[in-house]
Each structure stands twice: as C-alpha cells, then as structure tokens.
C-alpha cells in the first residue's frame, strides 16, 4: 500500500501505535481532500482538466520543494489555490511525495 510506502520510506523514528492511527487518520483524510477538492480541477483521477495533469509521469523531474510551494502557497496569477489554510506544510509535503510515486486511491 501506498502508506506503508510512504512509512517505509520516512527519515523519522517509527511513530508509536498511537500516533500511527493518528497519522494514518490524517492520511486517510488528505487523499479524499486531494481526490475531491483537487479533482475538480486537475481531474478525479489525476489525469488533468482546468489543472494540468498530477501523475508520476507529469510531475516527474519537478523539485519536490516545488510542488510542496504549489500546494501550500498556490500559483499566482492561476486558479491554483494556495492550501495553507487547510493543511499543514508537513501535509503538503506528503501529498506532493504521494503524488511523485502515484497518489492512493482510499
């Protein structure tokens, strides 16, 4: 699973059981924010639409900071919204991550 990836792949310390089902709440949370709200724009499946396509092949050689930019402050001067009031910068984080290896769908 893509969670078990992203755990897989982390520089930090193993959570501890309680914090895993705190962190796996707010994941769970962020991938149907990212399929609703983001799929109004760049399609349900990530595909494109009004915003450009959000798959590993289109986002592959973008800087991670970047996308983490894009998602947290927006584009300027484009519909992109920035997220920041939402969700955390460590949130942003993990969507771009997620996105770069292919987002999960639940």
Known sequence: S???LAAACSTAPPPSSANLTAGQAQQQKLVRMVRQ???SCHGM?????L??????TALAGKPLDSLVATIYHGRHGTPMPGW???ISEADARWI???LIVGFPTE
Do not use: F, H, I
């Open 2 to 4: 893509s969670l078990v």
């Open 96 to 98: 771009a991550e997620q």
């Open 37 to 39: 709200d983001c799929g």
């Open 45 to 49: 499946t990530l595909t494109g639409g």
């Open 84 to 86: 920041k009031g939402m």
């Open 51 to 56: 915003g450009p396509p959000l798959t590993p």
